[in-house]
């Protein structure tokens, strides 16, 4: 099986750039992570997960409905954004997980996936910390808590 290769010419905005890679998308993850593989110089590329700088979309294991259908949604949103495959990555940061890097993600077009994610309201801004619950205000559909089954 003959893989695609990955383009050698890396541009964000139109302008190539010191520090930024290209890369193909394997799959959307969830609503803030790829896994992709990157070409980090001629004839070697990574295979890694990619999250999304600044970002933070609901979990898909979320503490309530809404957070799990939005976060449907947002993955969803972020697959149709890069379905074309190649994005580029650009200011990539190690992240706090084994396996992953922070990166600013470009699609085809040299738009800023995390942008058009948060101005479609499938994501929010995140700098770092305690992410505020994708459930305020949501009291009436949380799901009942989980209560451990009694042994004996």
């Known amino acids: ?7 050698a ?7 190539a750039q010191r520090g930024t890679f290209a890369a193909e998308v394997l799959r959307v993850v969830d ?3 790829i896994e992709a593989r990157v070409a980090v110089w001629p004839g070697h590329e990574i295979r890694t997960k990619v999250r999304i700088a600044g970002l933070d979309a609901p979990e898909r294991a979320g503490r309530c409905r809404e957070e799990r259908r939005a976060a449907q949604a947002a993955h969803e ?12 990555l650009s200011q990539v940061q190690p992240d706090k997980y084994f396996g ?25 801004a995140y700098a770092g910390g305690r992410r505020d619950s994708w ?5 009436q559909h949380r799901d009942p808590p989980v209560t451990p089954m009694r042994q004996g």
């Open 31 to 33: 609503g803030d992570t």
């Open 1 to 7: 099986m003959e893989r695609s290769e990955i383009p």
């Open 9 to 15: 010419a890396v541009s964000v905005r139109g302008v």
């Open 100 to 124: 992953r890097v922070v990166a600013r993600v470009f699609d085809a077009k040299d738009q800023d996936v995390g942008a058009l994610l948060r101005e479609a309201g499938h994501a929010r």
């Open 135 to 139: 459930c305020n205000g949501q009291a």
């Open 77 to 88: 949103a972020l697959a149709r954004l890069v379905r074309d495959g190649g994005i580029v």
